[in-house]
């Protein structure tokens, strides 16, 4: 079966504007979760969506905002960008959640110029 | 709150020899523990889990880890390293509790494999 995919791959914005990341799970996934990646920090957990609701959200400014739709693709927007805003944009797909197996899409890389 | 740490940023071992990545875990109850691998350029593969059970888990790719409860740990081993292992390699801690579920990830070890 097709794995996770998220799209764009590369991302060249500049501060201030704002940007769709879009990740589509594997067929039959309802849970979708999100990290953003960097060298200093690791994967820090952004949100997850499970269902169509928000079930949990990590610590990051109202600026990170996700939706999830009735086919549980998912997208994450990030509203006046900021420098230290790039990252890897890793999404995961499971069955029933993050303490399920983690399927991780490739990421989006996105640079903030 | 759960954290990890994976005391190694950066481990280089030679092809056949055996490997042990670090991770140590802090979290009340019995936690979840996961290690994940990233290829360059590539997303995360679970290699294995814990839950409960046997504390010695198997794994794919010839991985396996101990759980131990009393030193906090969840050590990564490999008998005979290869060269397709070079790798980031994460350890992670979950839970469950209340309808939230919730997975923290250590800072990876880097893996470097040489001839």
């Known amino acids: 079966k097709a794995g996770v995919t998220q799209t764009p791959r590369y991302l060249i914005k500049t501060r201030g504007q704002q940007v769709t990341l879009s990740c589509s799970p594997i067929?039959?996934?309802?849970?979708v979760s999100w990290y953003q990646q960097t060298p200093g920090q690791g994967l820090q957990f952004l949100f997850e969506?499970?269902?169509?609701?928000?079930?949990n959200k990590g610590n990051f400014p109202g600026r990170f905002s996700g939706r999830q739709f009735s086919n549980s693709r998912s997208e994450m927007n990030v509203s006046t960008l900021e420098l230290g805003d790039s990252a890897l944009y890793l999404c995961?797909?499971?069955?029933?959640?993050?303490?399920?197996?983690?399927?991780f899409g490739p990421g989006t890389r996105l640079t903030v110029l | 709150a759960q954290s990890v740490t994976q005391p190694d940023i950066h481990i280089t071992v030679s092809e056949g020899a055996s490997l042990e990545l670090r991770c140590n875990y802090s979290?009340?109850?019995?936690?979840?523990l996961f290690w994940y691998v990233q290829s360059p350029g590539q997303g995360l593969q679970l290699l294995l889990k814990y839950f409960s059970g046997d504390t010695l888990v198997q794994g794919i790719k010839g991985f396996e880890a101990e759980f131990k409860r009393s030193q906090s740990s969840f050590n990564l081993r490999k008998p005979s390293v290869h060269w397709s292992d070079a790798a980031e390699y994460f350890c992670?801690?979950?839970?469950?509790?209340?309808?939230?579920?919730?997975?923290?990830f250590g800072t990876g070890t880097k893996l470097q494999v040489i001839p």
């Open positions: 992670a801690v979950g839970s469950f509790s209340g309808g939230y579920q919730k997975v923290t």
């Open positions: 995961a797909s499971s069955w029933e959640g993050p303490t399920d197996t983690q399927y």
């Open positions: 067929s039959g996934h309802r849970s």
């Open positions: 979290y009340g109850a019995t936690p979840y």
């Open positions: 969506y499970f269902s169509e609701t928000q079930r």
